[in-house]
């Protein structure tokens, strides 16, 4: 008979007797793994939204769901199909509520915040030229709910084009 340590008993099983794996405890295991990699909660390739008109054409590649926490790039392009005077770039401001903006390249010529929007002005664009601009930012914890909004390509004052973009942020 096997002396076993003091509160252990045989019925306890060893390391390579009674026990085994459970069924339904790896199934949970791969459900978790399947719906992490499936990009549901997060993390998933950055879908790219496009827009266009006979003025200009505008792009924006940005993810549309976000974890609190989570690092997120975001890629807008615009090319000018007429002249442009004043090319500004305008983010709702409730698209960036408890983020963190780490860098933009390249720095716009100025800033401003004007009617609940980030306005970024790059100057004069010509027929054919392009804006490309990369924002690079983190989404603060405290963050939990959806934002949607109109990023706009504008001349000046005046919008040019515009894309609708929703952002969802969960735990």
């Not at 860098?103 to 009617?115: N, Y």
């Not at 030229?129 to 959806?146: A, Y």
């Amino acid at each position: 008979m096997a002396t076993y340590p003091q509160g252990i008993e045989e019925r306890h099983g060893t390391a390579h007797g009674n026990r085994h794996a459970s069924w339904w405890r790896l199934g949970i295991l791969a459900l978790a793994l399947g719906v992490a990699l499936s990009g549901f909660l997060g993390g998933a390739p950055a879908p790219t939204l496009r827009a266009a008109n006979h003025a200009a054409s505008l792009a924006v590649t940005t993810p549309d769901r976000l974890r609190n926490g989570m690092f997120f790039e975001t890629r807008i392009s615009a090319v000018a199909k007429r002249p442009i005077e004043d090319a500004v770039i305008a983010i709702p401001a409730g698209m960036w509520r408890d983020a963190t903006i780490n860098t933009m390249i390249p720095a716009p010529a100025e800033e401003a915040f004007v009617d609940g929007e980030f306005r970024f002005h790059f100057g004069a664009l010509g027929v054919g030229e392009k804006i490309g601009f990369k924002i690079d930012g983190q989404m603060n914890p405290p963050r939990f709910s959806s934002s949607s909004g109109r990023i706009r390509l504008l001349d000046g004052e005046r919008e040019v084009v515009a894309l609708p973009v929703t952002l969802k942020v969960i735990p």
